[in-house]
């Protein structure tokens, strides 16, 4: 189990376009928390775009680029963060926010990520071919990982302003010690 957590945070994990910044800019709002997104930081500290850093480092550069911040955000409270998709593939990262945030996955099924992401062109592993099948690669792959989050929130069927409620509701449960 996870002895000595102190959850003063929220993580919202999950695949691109499951919804984590238009909820977690909503649940901060609701709860008059920080918001932090782990690309807006990484762009803000590099100076450079994800697009740019995938480009001209590659993505195991990014990948340090996101386990840093990661550690860094141990000293953070009341501050909903929003993480990349990709992040917590890495079981450190996943362990690392686990000790000190509650740990929400949004969840979509591809159609639907499909849907919301493909007029968008900021996602440099969505450029190829075939973003569809990357959609459901990606996915199927990372699928263990999203599931060990505290809670897992299907986003699919509601609104931003459900999810966002649903994630407030978890948190305060959590944090009254009623589970
Ligand atoms: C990625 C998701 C992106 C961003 C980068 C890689 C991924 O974040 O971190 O393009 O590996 O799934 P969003 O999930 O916020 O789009």
């Known amino acids: 189990m996870h002895s000595g957590r102190r959850i003063v945070n929220i993580a919202l994990i999950g695949f691109m376009g499951t919804g984590k910044t238009s909820v977690g800019r909503l649940v901060a709002e609701l709860l008059r928390f920080d918001y932090l997104d782990t690309d807006e930081f990484i762009q803000a500290q590099t100076g450079r775009t994800i697009s740019e850093i995938f480009k ?70 969505l450029q190829g071919e075939n973003p569809q099948a990357k959609i459901r690669e990606l996915l199927a792959a990372r699928e263990p990982f999203y599931k060990q989050a505290d809670v897992l929130l299907n986003t699919e069927l509601r609104s931003v302003r459900e999810v966002a409620q649903q994630v407030v509701h978890h948190f305060r449960v959590k944090k009254s010690g009623r589970r």
């Open 56 to 125: 001209t480092d590659g993505e195991t550069k990014f990948r340090e680029l996101e386990e840093k911040i990661v550690g860094e955000l141990a000293g953070r409270a009341q501050t909903v963060i929003a993480t990349g998709g990709g992040l917590p593939v890495n079981p450190e990262n996943l362990a690392s926010l686990k000790a000190h945030a509650l740990v929400v996955s949004l969840w979509s099924s591809p159609e639907k990520i499909w849907e919301r992401v493909r007029h968008q062109g900021h996602r440099p592993l």
